[in-house]
């Protein structure tokens, strides 16, 4: 199985990378496309190096496009939208981590359907036409979404699921032990409570400004 | 807060870059350190590109090592034992993901520890004369190990918890929308049945005789 991901600066690292790995120890073959190949810096100073630009890539099985402060920048760039489009409208499978759905729907390639997305934007998703579901994992014909951040790893679990067949995702869950204990129960805002969301709001918000502001 | 990440060829990539996004979205300062600069080819494909060497990355508050197949080389490698014990001997805090303990077992920093590893390769803490513990993150005084590669986004949080607040830790597990839903109940052997971990044994160890075969 060919997959692509997209990789921008700014990007929320873990929206790409928690699904890569997962993908990965499955034995996929991974694309990670950019507009050319120096390496990216994302939003945890980590940087990423592309493997492929928007030319070279091949046409793949799975795209699956990440969230991330960088995006803003990207929302109406025709082409960052031309390329997610043309894959997106032939790919098997059409993913998004997090805001990357809003990337999704800009490209024209959630309108009608049900999608996730990261807690604080999700209420953006209409704008494109799609319907706003508040799932950690929406899967809704060949889409299939995630919310916020750490949901990549979930909605990759699934779909491999959908595409190798429980045994193997299970395989891929065992070898990444992942049976997770998060130390608190304040991943979602309704488990949060007002004041860590607003809290949480406001360093997401300037995140989103320095990333404009530097454009 | 400085943090460094040993990152080598071959590392398991979530192993570092879960805690790192982790650490990234509550403003410390991290280091991805190796013997050169050159981007770095993980396990899933994906190329890291260090921002520091052995030489030039600071003295940090905080040692992170992830483990992967390429470990294997290391293990004995004088360079990485040494600077490893060099940063683990004045660091506030010393913390691995997966089967990195074995290198901080190595490099001489878990004498005496109770200490947490991936599940297939725990038995091997007690070579190192740590104390082998299947909890998922194991905190014994200044020594903070996770399991299995996604156990690092865990240990990260509780570490964020131990260092700057529970209120600090609990944003961060909001912003990064920390719910988790997986997919199965499988995550970890005894949960997964011998079918099952057979089969990811078998995998993990062609993961790592490849490396060494290539080495």
Chains 1, 2 share one sequence.
Not at 22 to 43: I, M, Q, Y
Not at 127 to 149: E, I, K, P, Q, Y
Request: proline share 6%.
């Amino acid at each position: 199985m060919k997959i692509a991901f997209l990789l921008y600066p700014h990007v929320t690292q873990l929206d790409l990378t928690g699904p890569a790995q997962v993908f990965a120890a499955s034995g996929a073959e991974l694309f990670f496309a950019w507009k050319d190949l120096a390496p990216v810096r994302t939003d945890a100073t980590l940087e990423l190096v592309p493997n492929a630009t928007f030319e070279t890539c091949p046409r793949v099985d799975l795209l699956c496009v990440p969230g991330g402060p960088g995006q803003v920048r990207l929302m109406s760039d025709p082409l960052v939208l031309r390329w997610l489009a043309d894959q997106g409208q032939q790919a098997r499978w059409v993913t998004s981590v997090c805001s990357g759905s809003l990337l999704l729907g800009a490209a024209g390639l959630l309108k009608g359907y049900r999608a996730a997305s990261h807690w604080n934007y999700r209420e953006h998703l209409a704008a494109f036409g799609a319907l706003a579901d508040d799932g950690r994992v929406v899967h809704d014909r060949n889409r299939v979404t995630g919310g916020g951040v750490t949901a990549g790893i979930d909605m990759a679990l699934r779909v491999l699921a959908l595409t190798a067949g429980d045994a193997e995702a299970q395989q891929v869950q065992l070898q990444l032990e992942y049976a997770p204990q998060p130390p608190f129960n304040c991943g979602r805002p309704e488990l949060a409570g007002e004041g860590l969301v607003a809290l949480a709001r406001a360093r997401l918000a300037r995140q989103v400004a320095a990333i404009s502001a530097s454009a």
